[in-house]
């Protein structure tokens, strides 16, 4: 059984800070992170990896040069690496990704299972393993927990409302694993030090894919366009709360009741 | 004026309403909830005609499920101009691919210049893959919708990491425009009781569901979610008096346990529980604070919080400079209180 995994990258947030009155975004430290639902997917693949012997693959699904998360990848035990490049798709949105990665998937060829984060930290945005399923024409489960894959069948546990309900379909399939779903194991040491200096059994794992040769420009250009950024009012100092103690209480828990249900 | 003059500009209306027919206008794909149109349903359709009216078209509404005919009364009370019903056994619970054949097939007839889904389970998978198929543009998670009148362009405004600040995005070139509407952010129409329609029926076969549901799964423990990801958080400090009283908050609301390095000081909250940039950085929907004075660190570790009460002795505790709610009282005057009230 052949894996893809779809590793992204986001703009770690603890280095950022989103200034309401200047209504600007400063980038304190630009460092980056492996998408955490995506992480999760990575340790979904390598679980079925450890059980039967399945390879994994991991591909970037982004513009940007983000060749560090997949060595991070290899790290963590993927077998192979596919970096996806080039000036043209520099400019990616998710549908040219969607597309790109499509194209990578027939020229892999034997791939059963794709597996990515049921969202993104940063846009929250869900399209892109699921524009995929559609192009491939495969089914699709959303917002896995936990997954198991063989005998061409693969089983995800799936939250509806409060309860978990098992489900199931045929490979080949597209799975996107719920954030926080699974805990990623650490990178070995020697793989990660190998697969940064390209010595050992990893010295070959990372493939540079141009986009340019998987795509034509028309297919190149992006769907969707940024127009710009809006930033949310400035926090006011907070409402005094006064009176006896038990309208205090009444107010304090009218409010909390309010921000639960939402 | 003489009649000709008005059959005359009936006969052009008339025309022009058919050529709009044709194709365009402004589509919603209603959701359910419990047996009834959801509430996310009825704000896309404000949100759509509001864009309809500015673009000269029609907002349309395409309801899925079984015995679902009568609710699309409410469709129309709520702004849709048309209905188009699909009332099907087989259509429910939700399953992708039946709904996504009829959506296709519909959607391929009426070319829609803008599709509206609300941004639930069902609408956040179904809208990537009607977006892939017809070859538009997608947003997720808008929270305000502006239209660009020369160029019949939606902008649509969405969150980044969960409303820090917003990101606005076009699809310029390519139709339909589609965007999933997040729940609430969108006021919810007038529900007019003199807007009538006859919905058009339909006539489907609906497909197999590829994705087989095996039932409940009996024997799955979700995994903890740590402080640092909680929805939830009551913490308190060295000035909650009784601790035990704000173990009882956290267990009412639900909530993680948590302090400030004081409470750690004396003991009262293990490391892992611990607000404060040396310890845990949080950033839950709310954030109850107890007794806790809100010192630089701590403040720093929890700003990213929606919606903080605070409750302090002390008036000029910082916490109160970062609060949405304060209380300047004794916490064990008020909590027994306020357990009661949220009882």
Redesign the interface.
Known sequence: MRILVILRRVLDPAGIVAHRRLRRLFINREEYIIQPADHGALEAALRIKDATAAEVVVASGQSEPDDDTLRRGIAMGADRAIYLSGDAFKSADDAVAARALQEVIERLGDVDLVLCGATTLDTGQAQLGLRLAEALGWPQIVGAWSIEADDGRVQGVRRDGVRYTLVETDLPAVVLMAAGALKPRYPNGIRLINIYRDEGDVADALEQWDAADLLTPDELSPLIASVGRDFPPERERGERVEGTNAEVAETVAQALRQRMRG | MDASYLDLVMAQQEESFEEAEGGGGVWVVADLLEGQIAPVTLEAIGAARTLADSLGAYVYAVLLGNDVTTLAETLYQSGADGVRVADHARLAPFA??PHLAILLDLFEEEEPEVVLLGAS?AG??L???L???MG??????ATSVTLDESTRVV?A??????????????????RPQVLTIEP?AFASPYLDEYRKGEPTILDVEPVEP????????ED?E??P?PLS?AK?IVAGGRQAGDFVLVEKLAQA?DAHLAGDRGAWDAGLIEAEQMVDVRGV?VAP??Y?AVGLRGDTFHNAAMEGA?????IHPDPHAPI??????????QPE??LP??L???A
């Open positions: 992708l691919a389970d956040q998978e809208a990537p893959r977006a892939q198929r538009g543009g997608l947003i997720e998670h902008q405004t969405f969150p980044i990491y969960g409303g820090d600040y917003f990101e606005i995005a076009a699809c310029p070139e390519v609430g590829v994705v087989r549901r095996l039932g409940p799964a799955y979700p995994p979610v990801e939830l609301l950085t929907d709310v109850v929606t919606f903080i009460v605070a109160f400079e970062i609060a949405d709610q304060c209380v300047e009282a005057e008020v209180v306020l009661e009230a949220l």
